[in-house]
T-cell receptor, first 112, second 113 residues
């Protein structure tokens, strides 16, 4: 089955700097890769996603890149703000949204 | 537009008991998925319900079961609770079974003593 690894497990950056979180997946059949942000006491919230036929996608300060050959994808956050502090999860699926396999998460702290 | 709501928010049970968790899907969504999130880990897929039937299942034993109702709300039932069942249980709804965008509720924190 699919296995998703995520690095780093914790990340601290100064406000205004960029943050990069990387994930690798094992199943070449996976075709959809979302990123979720989870704040304390809340459920995960979808922040950006990418399909396997696209190499990069950007939404304001957030971007995701996908390298299908190497089976890895990354989340890039620019001009970080304190409200970006949260746990970020990557995920992968090959089956119409069923059975998302999540990474173990990255705790991002943005220091003012 | 109403988001995904789950009840209760917290629950304490003892080993061997049974528990029922409830979820109301986001308005317009007909598919509900359940995930288990252990402390410090990512969510793990339990199963998905579409048109009142189970439409996919992860690696969880049969003592984890569910229901979906005509209004698309859903229940997760866990029998014979074990200590390892202690976790945050998340419900996510999606527009249809083939739509990958999941909208999560805030979860039910289950503690098994």
């Amino acid at each position: 089955g699919e296995n998703v690894e995520q690095h780093p497990s914790t990340l601290s950056v100064q406000e205004g700097d960029s943050a990069v979180i990387k994930c690798t997946y094992s199943d070449s059949a996976s075709n959809y890769f979302p990123w979720y942000k989870q704040e304390l006491g809340k459920g995960p919230q979808l922040i950006i996603d990418i399909r396997s036929n696209v190499g990069e996608k950007k939404d304001q300060r957030i971007a995701v890149t996908l390298n299908k050959t190497a089976k890895h994808f990354s989340l890039h956050i620019t001009e970080t703000q304190p409200e970006d502090s949260a746990v970020y999860f990557c995920a992968a699926t090959d089956n119409y949204g069923q059975n998302f396999v999540f990474g173990p998460g990255t705790r991002l702290s943005v220091l003012p | 537009e109403t988001g995904v709501t789950q009840s209760p928010t917290h629950l304490i049970k003892t080993r061997g008991q049974q528990v029922t968790l409830r979820c109301s899907s986001q308005s317009g969504h007909n598919t509900v998925s359940w995930y288990q999130q252990a402390l410090g880990q990512g969510p793990q897929f339990i199963f998905q319900y579409y048109r009142e039937e189970e439409n996919g299942r992860g690696n969880f034993p049969p003592r984890f079961s569910g229901l979906q109702f005509p209004n698309y709300s859903s229940e997760l039932n866990v029998n014979a609770l074990e200590l390892d069942d202690s976790a945050l249980y998340l419900c996510a709804s999606s527009l249809t079974a083939s739509n990958e965008k999941l909208f999560f509720g805030s979860g039910t924190q289950l503690s098994v003593l």
